[in-house]
């Protein structure tokens, strides 16, 4: 209960501050970004014997800022509507633990990409799609570990499963950002 | 990968006849009290609500039932560990490994309120088109920016799958097997590029193509948004089981 509330307030406040970015000019650019995250969920890469499947958060903080609560917030209701993962009461939550880590990356490596050389867009590409995911895992083990002392050692599993995750997720983030600086640097912009 | 939006669209049970809003607020609190409660009994009572509800919605059986096992699987995950990683009097033992009662317990009150609160919105999503829902929102006074853009990223999501499958079948057709290297993650980042830009780029001419159609930034709706009196039922019985699930957990 605590950890909906906590979740709830700040999704809000996230999105209360995403929103305020969204015009008519770049609506096409966010959703099309928000609907990215939604099928992100749904393609699967090979890791060894197993497969982890996308989630690209850390590319959508790069490319929208603060507008990645909105977007994450949208995607997380329809996943929740159309193939039951989450919930409607987790969104709060489920929405603060992918979007904040979005916004992080957004604001310590947005200005290396942009500026950059290709060096600096790969190494900055990377890092930024790994710490989202890292920040990630850690906000929903603790989320998990402070709903119920029961849920502790779940919680370190799925930390731990987040691993070849974010290896995964820096790599592709990094090749993608630099793809887009290239082939379509207004999708960067703005 | 299929998106589709409803289960059965069409159909004549009462549930299809409710007011998008209503169902809305009744979906919300049922769930909200539903993850709150901490009594067994209550979920019981809510799991049993839901079933009396899925049989009044006349949704198709099999593919209700085919959610349900996505759905589950994450749940199945849960009772590997809950049972043996909560201390109690014991159950049974695989081993050295003592499963609990408590565990057992906590792991099947996770099972039917998930379940419960999952198939609600199976009916609540089977009943309801994603159109008439972004009406009800708007209605229901959430941000319009927010609202058209739960309303973009679904039309564009369908697009996204489509044009994903697209790229991966080319990828197919040239003999791309994924693996653990460098290459497949390059190939797979450049397809999610790819991606975006196309996708971008064809939001941006749907976009064009609804201006050009006259749209002025809103959703204009043919279907009056009068409460009739079952809503208002539908509205008074909901909140009268709600209030019995909370005695439950109270007393």
New interface residues.
């Given amino acids: ?1 605590p950890v ?1 509330v906590t979740g709830f307030v700040c999704a809000a406040a996230g ?1 209360a501050i995403g ?1 305020k970015k ?1 015009n ?1 000019d770049n ?10 995250f ?3 969920s ?2 699967h ?4 014997l197993a497969s982890v499947h ?1 989630v ?1 958060n850390g ?1 959508i903080g790069i490319l929208l800022g603060w507008a990645a609560f ?2 994450i ?3 997380l ?2 996943q ?6 989450g ?4 969104l709060g939550v489920n929405t603060f633990n992918m979007a904040f880590p979005a916004v992080v990356s957004f604001f310590l490596f947005r200005n290396m990409i942009m500026t950059g050389n290709k060096i600096k867009t790969i190494i900055a590409g990377c890092m930024g799609g790994i710490l989202a995911i890292a920040l990630s895992a850690v906000l929903v083990a603790l989320s998990l570990a402070y709903t119920d002392r ?1 849920f ?3 919680a370190m ?1 799925i930390l731990a499963a987040h691993i070849p995750v974010m290896v ?1 997720e820096g ?6 950002v630099v ?2 600086k290239t ?2 640097p207004e ?1 960067m912009e703005g | ?1 299929n ?1 589709n ?1 409803t289960i059965s669209e069409s159909g004549s049970s009462i549930l299809y006849r409710l007011d998008p809003r209503v169902k809305l607020i009744c ?2 609190a049922f ?2 009290v539903v ?2 409660s901490h009594q067994m009994s209550a979920l019981i009572f809510a799991v049993f609500l839901t079933s009396v509800v899925v049989i009044l919605s006349g949704v198709p059986a099999g593919k209700l039932l085919h ?1 349900m096992i ?2 589950n699987v994450f749940i199945a ?2 009772w590997l ?2 049972p043996f ?2 201390t109690g009097s014991p159950l049974f033992s695989v081993g050295p490994i003592e499963a609990s009662k408590e ?1 057992a317990r ?1 792991a099947a009150m996770l099972t039917l309120r ?1 379940n419960a ?2 198939l609600v ?2 009916v ?2 089977a009943t309801t088109s994603v159109t008439s ?1 972004v009406h009800a929102l708007t209605r229901l006074r959430i ?1 319009d ?2 609202v ?3 309303f ?6 369908h ?3 489509r044009e ?1 499958t697209r790229i991966h079948n080319a990828m197919k057709i040239r003999c791309f097997t ?3 290297n ?1 290459h ?3 190939s ?10 196309n ?2 780029e064809r ?2 001419r ?2 064009a193509a609804m201006i050009c159609r006259g749209f002025t ?1 809103k959703f204009p709706s043919f279907d009056s948004p009068r409460i009739r009196h079952y809503d208002i039922v539908a509205m008074v019985v909901t909140a009268l089981t709600l209030a019995g699930m909370v005695m439950f957990n109270v007393g």
């Fill in positions: 209960m909906l999105v929103v969204i008519a609506m096409p650019k966010i959703a099309v970004l928000s609907a990215a939604f099928v992100a749904l393609i890469v090979p890791v060894g996308l690209l590319l909105p977007a917030m949208v995607s209701a329809l929740a509507m159309l193939f039951q993962f919930g409607i009461t987790t029961a502790f050692t779940p599993v995964v790599i592709i983030t990094s090749f993608c793809f887009l082939v379509k999708l | 990968m998106l939006d979906v919300a769930s909200i993850a709150l959610r996505v759905a995950v849960l560990f809950l990683t909560m565990g906590y998930s609160i999952i919105m199976i609540l999503m829902i941000p920016s927010v058209y853009l739960f973009f990223t679904y039309r564009y999501a697009e996204i799958v994903y994924p693996g653990t460098i497949t993650y390059k797979y980042a450049y397809l999610v590029g790819m991606l975006l830009v996708s971008y939001g941006l749907i976009r930034g």
